[in-house]
């Protein structure tokens, strides 16, 4: 329920929002059980551009319940993760974001009097650059589960109306 709340945010206008609503609590038991016996599979990525701040590829996952599954998966992992960052971790991270890192940039450097620095970053594609055996053989190490062997499918249908 947590999930759902999360996942609803900002989004009450949305169709696949207001689909899911009209038979809430069949469908959050549904992706429940389907989570708990696990055959859950995402629906296929749909990709669009945006334009601002500049021009980007934007993957969404289009099926309502996805969101829900993740705000679950980020409801156990984040705490997990965040843990591990470094102090000076700040994007994605509640309570942290460019604001925070300017403050932290700016502190570390006052201490150097008459010295002048310029920094840019922009890890060009960095998510889509991502190797998924490495990063999923990582996951593995910090989380012990046999289950990833297992490859089901399963199409989940959830009551509309």
Do not use: W
């Not at 334009?51 to 996952?61: A, D, F, G, M, W």
């Not at 994007?91 to 700016?106: D, F, L, R, T």
């Amino acid at each position: 329920m947590l999930a759902d709340t999360r996942a609803q945010k900002g989004k009450s206008k949305q169709k696949g929002v207001i689909i899911h609503n009209r038979n809430k609590e069949s469908n959050i038991l549904k992706l429940h059980d389907i989570l708990k016996n696990k055959v859950y599979v995402t629906s296929e990525y749909a990709t669009f551009k945006v334009y601002e701040p500049k021009e980007r590829i934007v993957s969404k996952l289009q099926f309502f319940p996805d969101r829900i599954t993740h705000h679950a998966i980020m409801n156990v992992l984040e705490p997990i993760f965040t843990k591990l960052f470094t102090t000076d971790t700040y994007s994605s991270i509640k309570g942290k974001g460019i604001h925070s890192a300017a403050k932290a940039v700016k502190k570390a450097l006052a201490d150097v009097p008459g010295t002048t620095y310029c920094l840019k970053l922009d890890i060009t594609k960095f998510y889509p650059s991502i190797n998924h055996h490495i990063l999923k053989n990582q996951l593995r190490r910090k989380f012990k589960d046999n289950d990833h062997k297992q490859q089901r499918r399963f199409t989940c249908y959830f009551i509309r109306d």
